[in-house]
């Protein structure tokens, strides 16, 4: 019964429901992640509505990109960071969710061979890397910034010996994209499949709390 009262309030189907998801994710906040509490941070972090992703992240985004640095990487969240991006898009998804989860993800492949040793590449998962590149803005433009760096690491598995063939074609896919990028020759939608790029309506609807609040922000 407690865990079917907390997936309601999650849900955020109704303004008192959102109200009580926005005040838990502000005492999170307080009292801060930790190497215990961190699945929850998570799925506050991944959630829909703004309201939760802001109260739990706090008002100040300048850290949005080290969110996680407390935590060492691990299976569950990079799958979860994939997951994240691969069930939203570009026009989607919010874009401090989507700072926190792209930073993250640099971490575990800054070293691109112990980060594919805790979680395997696909090609799966450069594609959805790859639909949030933005050619029209610039390459120091955070988002790019950051997809750019993991491109880079991964290519860089190049370098080592004994690459198993199907590895390889796999670095040699991440730096495609990443040549992609830079090329104004090249649409990345040459070299990315086009179902990416259909992208799902930007209309979203989500519930606010009610005005008042019962923790100090």
Do not use: W
């Not at 303004?15 to 801060?32: G, I, N, Q, R």
């Not at 799925?43 to 935590?71: K, M, R």
Request: glycine share 2%; with cysteine; proline share 4%.
């Amino acid at each position: 019964m407690t865990v079917d009262i907390v997936s309601e309030f999650f849900r955020c189907e109704t303004d008192y429901s959102t109200e009580v998801a926005v005040e838990y994710a502000k005492f999170l906040h307080h009292e801060k992640i930790n190497n215990e509490n961190y699945p929850i941070f998570m799925e506050l972090v991944c959630h829909e509505n703004p309201n939760v992703i802001n109260a739990i992240l706090g008002e100040e985004s300048d850290d949005d990109e080290t969110y996680f640095s407390v935590v060492q990487p691990n299976a569950f969240l990079i799958k979860k960071c994939f997951e994240n991006l691969s069930n939203s898009s570009p026009n989607r998804l919010n874009s401090r969710t989507l700072t926190v989860v792209l930073g993250l993800l640099r971490r575990n492949y800054d070293d691109a061979r112990q980060g594919v040793e805790l979680c395997p590449l696909t090609f799966e998962h450069l594609n959805t890397l790859g639909k949030y590149l933005d050619k029209s803005a610039q390459q120091s433009e955070l988002t790019n910034r950051i997809l750019l760096d993991i491109f880079a690491n991964i290519s860089e598995l190049s370098s080592l010996v004994g690459l198993d063939p199907e590895m390889e074609k796999m670095v040699a896919y991440a730096n495609r994209i990443r040549n992609a990028f830079f090329d104004r020759r090249v649409e990345l939608e040459s070299v990315l499949p086009s179902e990416l790029f259909r992208e799902a309506a930007t209309s979203q609807s989500f519930k606010n709390p009610r005005n008042f609040r019962f923790l100090d922000q």
